[in-house]
């Protein structure tokens, strides 16, 4: 689980921290703001969205109160006090069409068999991603989940030279397991998270 959670109240809007990284509505919201800009998601036609990580619903909100999409959203999140803080404090019933599971996004994957145009990989424990995660039968599989005009965002936050090795890895690993992928480097209040995007229309 995630360990020590909290929900401050900062500049008019609560957020949810863990005891070293924002999860929810802080520096990570501003992440995927920042990377979902870049590769014009608000443009984009997206009608089913797969949220491994949920949090307090960070990407549902950019998705659905700031880029105005009606879409079918799947979010999935194993940690069920991160859940219970959702419904507290962030409004949880205010997103349109989300189905929330409260599964490990492991298993959920595996056993996952519908396709998405959107694919959001953030799933943390503070702020490591856990070693199953960068295994190839999860990427390939997360591949797979993809429709044919599908885009994966998968979020590392790099605090060490050990996570920074795993990152390379990894985007070798993305190139080769689901093809064509981008690298996004965003330092945001003294974090730096590295965004590996992986988009089907490209050509490799």
């Known amino acids: 689980m995630s360990g020590k959670l909290e929900v401050l109240f900062t500049n008019g809007k609560y957020v949810l921290d863990s ?3 924002n999860y929810s509505f802080g520096g990570l919201h501003a992440v995927f703001q920042k990377a979902f800009s870049d590769f014009n998601i608000k443009n984009r036609n997206i009608k089913n969205v797969l949220i491994l990580g949920f949090g307090s619903g960070s990407v549902a909100s950019i998705l659905q109160n700031e880029y105005g999409k009606k879409v079918e959203m799947v979010g999935v999140e ?3 006090a991160v859940i219970a803080l959702a419904k ?4 949880l019933d205010k997103y349109k069409n989300l189905t929330l599971h409260c599964e490990d ?3 959920f ?3 996952c068999k519908e396709k998405h145009d959107l694919v959001v990989m953030d799933v943390f424990i503070d702020r490591d991603v856990p070693e199953n995660f960068s295994a190839a039968a999860f990427i390939s599989k997360s591949g797979n989940l993809l429709s044919d005009n599908g885009i994966l965002f998968y979020n590392l936050v790099i605090h060490n030279e050990k996570v920074r090795d795993k990152g390379a890895k990894l ?3 993305m190139n080769e397991l689901i093809g064509k992928t981008d690298w996004l480097r965003i330092n945001v209040n003294q974090t730096e998270n590295w965004i590996f995007i992986s988009d089907k229309t490209k050509k490799p």
């Open 109 to 111: 994957v595996q056993n």
């Open 78 to 80: 194993k940690d069920e």
């Open 171 to 173: 985007f070798k690993q």
């Open 88 to 91: 507290k404090y962030f409004s």
């Open 105 to 107: 996004a492991f298993e």
């Open 19 to 21: 005891a070293h990284v």
